[in-house]
């Protein structure tokens, strides 16, 4: 069985890379190039966005599944239906959990849960993907699978609810100095956090799986936590107290600067969402998670701590996570 993998060395699908290769299937790269490659693996080096490169490097080619992780818009998926109309048998786009109704109606999030986000145009823009994709199904027999992931991470850096623009360290970095660390709203809300190597199972599952053509799936862990929970389990693994923050969402939103909390926060991690992953399970009856959040919280800051090139400063993200501190600090002494 033979898979294209649309960037493959991500976050997400580098597990699913190396699992689908442990299964048996043959598996060739399309991407840029910038990062290594794993071993015993086939590569196309082009850009996905060069239609005419791409056509070209795939003109004598057909693929059981061609696995997009790199796209984002209607127009990213236009051309990929153009590309991939008759070379293949599935066509795998990785769309996103926050692309579900915000706000939420029901907590409990499942496959039919409708589609709209007004607060994050990261969202809007796979939900036009999506849109596009069952279109072509629909009117040209375009075979598309749509997966749902939610917050998925590798075990590398530790899962936050915001950050700046160089990562994730900063929010440790203040844990470790004792100071304010802010969780949005007051902390009670539900998140999901998953192993990408778990979901690594949902997906590899789903490749040439006939149940799977003109589907879609979220392939989440069934267990949450709130977010008050996640920032005292990565201090706990820091062996730091927490110096817990809350700040309303809207507030923070509002106050944002460049970053973009509106759709981040209100459009996605402020919300409690519960996955009902029944779906996904009746298609791949052997994906179960085992990785626990806790588990890989720990496995998170181990790995941030023993690495030091991931302790990237963000002294921007810092300063204004000290005026947000400052500014609810006069707020509550004015009164």
């Known amino acids: 069985m033979k898979a294209l993998f649309i960037g493959g060395t991500g976050t997400i699908s580098t597990d699913v890379v190396t699992l689908a290769q442990q299964r048996g299937w043959e598996i060739t790269l399309l991407n840029r190039g910038s990062k290594k490659m794993p071993a015993g693996i086939r590569s196309i080096i082009a850009d996905i966005n060069d239609e005419e490169t791409v056509a070209k490097a795939i003109a004598f080619e057909h693929y059981d599944v061609v696995a997009q992780f790199i796209g984002y818009t209607a127009e990213d998926v236009k051309r990929d239906i153009r590309l991939f109309q008759n070379k293949t048998r599935q066509y795998i786009f990785i769309s996103s959990a926050s692309a579900y109704q915000k706000p939420s109606t029901d907590y409990r999030i499942t496959e039919s849960t409708p589609l709209v986000n007004p607060y994050w145009q990261y969202s809007r823009n796979k939900i036009e993907a999506e849109e596009a994709l069952m279109a072509a199904y629909r009117t040209s027999g375009f075979p598309v699978t749509i997966v749902r992931p939610s917050h998925t991470y590798n075990g590398t850096k530790s899962p936050v609810a915001i950050h700046g623009d160089k990562g994730n360290w900063q929010i440790l970095k203040r844990i470790l100095d004792g100071k304010p660390v802010i969780i949005p709203g007051d902390g009670s809300s539900l998140w999901t956090l998953t192993h990408s190597k778990d979901f690594a199972k949902g997906y590899v599952g789903l ?62 991690k402020a919300t409690t969402v519960v996955f009902d992953n029944s779906k996904i399970k009746r298609i791949v009856p052997d994906f179960i998670c085992h990785i626990s959040m806790m588990e890989g919280l720990w496995q998170a800051v181990r790995y941030m701590l023993s690495h030091p090139e991931t302790q990237t400063p963000d002294p921007a993200f810092d300063a204004w996570c000290d005026r947000i501190a400052h500014a609810i600090s006069a707020a509550d002494k004015a009164f």
């Not at 879609?216 to 201090?235: K, L, P």
């Not at 693994?237 to 981040?264: I, M, Q, T």
């Open 207 to 268: 490749m040439a799986n006939p149940h799977a053509i003109g589907n879609a799936f979220h392939i989440t862990s069934d267990e949450s936590m709130t977010w008050n929970q996640i920032y005292q389990t990565i201090a706990d693994a820091l062996g730091k107290p927490l110096n817990a923050l809350h700040v309303a969402s809207d507030f923070l939103a509002k106050h944002s600067d460049h970053y973009d909390f509106r759709g981040e926060l209100l459009g996605d």
